[in-house]
C-alpha cells in the first residue's frame, strides 16, 4: 500500500489555517467597510449644511436676516436620515452658526457651518468615529 493512497482530505492544521486567513480578510473588510459608510455619511452632513447655508442666503436676500427656523427650509428627514440641523444667530440675525447633530448611528458626531465658511467637524466627534 503506498503512502499516498491512505491519505484522504485536509488535516486539522490545514483547515485551522484557512479559517484563520479568512477570519482575518472578513475583519479587515468589515473595517474598511465601517470606514467607508462612516465617510459617505460625513458627506451627507456636509450636503445638509451646505444646504442650510443656500437657503439662508435667500431668506436672507429676501428679509434682510437669517432666521432660525429650519422648517422653512423644508428639509427632508428622509434625505437627510443621519442629522438633525439647527441654528444659532448671532448679531440679531445678521450672522448664524449651523449645527448637523448626528443621530442614529451617527450619534455624538457634530458638524457647524457659518453664513461664509465650509462645513466643519468637531474634533472629540471625529475621533470617536
Known sequence: MS???GRR???????SLVLVIVAIL?????YTYGKIVNKARFTQAKSVLKHLQKTELIY??????YTDNVALFDFDPVRYDYYNVSVTL??????YIGYAHGVGAMEGDLWSI?????PVQDNAARARF
Open 3 to 5: 503512502p499516498i493512497r
Open 9 to 15: 482530505g485536509f488535516t486539522i492544521i490545514e483547515l
Open 26 to 30: 472578513a475583519t479587515l473588510a468589515l
Open 60 to 65: 436672507f436676500t429676501d428679509h434682510d436676516r
Open 90 to 95: 448671532l448679531d440679531n440675525g445678521l450672522r
Open 114 to 118: 457659518t453664513h461664509d465658511g465650509e
